[in-house]
């Protein structure tokens, strides 16, 4: 089956600094990739559409500015918090939709990120 | 703007059947899928429907109806290791950039217990 694979699974880092999330479809390609944030015990919330060769679209809330989200190609969309702070320490999750699926429902989940920001 | 419904916990036992609902309401429906999350892992797939019916596969199944905006899945002869949290979510469908765009349940914690 389709694989989404996440880099880093878990990053700890100092309040201020920047942190990249890599999210990747290992053999399929993805025109769209989504990224979600979860916090404990709470369900998926979406923050951003990616799209490949084209800005990302962020849901309302979600500071674009402060969560820069690059597609830059068919199987790689990076997402990099700037400047975090403790209140930004979640599980963030990304999922890719396989473009030569043909159906909307084929998404494949990322093992998720987990970030901790002291 | 979407929202969903399900409740938030439900227990069985294990060998038993349970079900869990949810109901949405939503703009450019295209489709229903579950999950399945456990502690600390990212969501897994369990199944989808877009069309009316019944979807078996394996000991889960899920069910549409897209009349009454709801569904439910189907949990049969439980085991333990199917305590987990199981989300719905909506799915819609074109034009451009909101195909493929879920929003998911606040997520039904299942307890099996022995």
């Known amino acids: 089956g389709a694989v989404v694979s996440q880099h880093p699974s878990r990053v700890i880092c100092k309040s201020g600094t920047s942190v990249k999330i890599e999210c990747r479809s290992l053999d399929f390609q993805a025109t769209t990739m989504f990224w979600y944030r979860q916090f404990p015990k709470q369900s998926l919330m979406l923050m951003a559409t990616s799209n490949e060769g084209s800005k990302a679209t962020y849901e309302q809330g979600v500071e674009k500015d402060k969560f820069l989200i690059n597609h830059a190609s068919l199987t790689l969309s990076t997402l990099t918090v700037t400047s975090a702070h403790p209140e930004d320490s979640s599980f963030y999750i990304c999922?890719?939709?396989?473009?030569?699926?043909?159906?909307?429902?084929?998404?494949?989940f990322g093992p998720g990120t987990r970030l901790l920001v002291l | 703007g979407q929202s969903l419904e399900q409740p938030s916990e439900v227990t069985a036992v294990e060998g038993a059947i349970v079900q869990i609902n949810c109901t949405y309401q939503?703009?450019?429906?295209?489709?229903l899928s579950w999950y399945q999350q456990h502690d600390g892992g990212a969501p897994t797939f369990l199944s989808y429907n877009a069309l009316d019916g019944l979807e078996e596969t394996g000991r889960f199944s899920s069910f549409l109806s897209r009349s009454d905006s709801y569904g439910y899945l189907l949990l049969q002869e439980l085991q333990m290791k199917d305590s987990a949290s199981y989300f719905c979510a909506v799915t819609e469908g074109g034009p451009n950039t909101n195909a493929g765009k879920s929003t998911f349940g606040d997520g039904t914690t299942l307890t099996v217990k022995p």
């Open positions: 999922s890719a939709r396989d473009t030569g699926g043909g159906s909307l429902e084929t998404q494949y």
């Open positions: 939503t703009s450019g429906f295209y489709g």
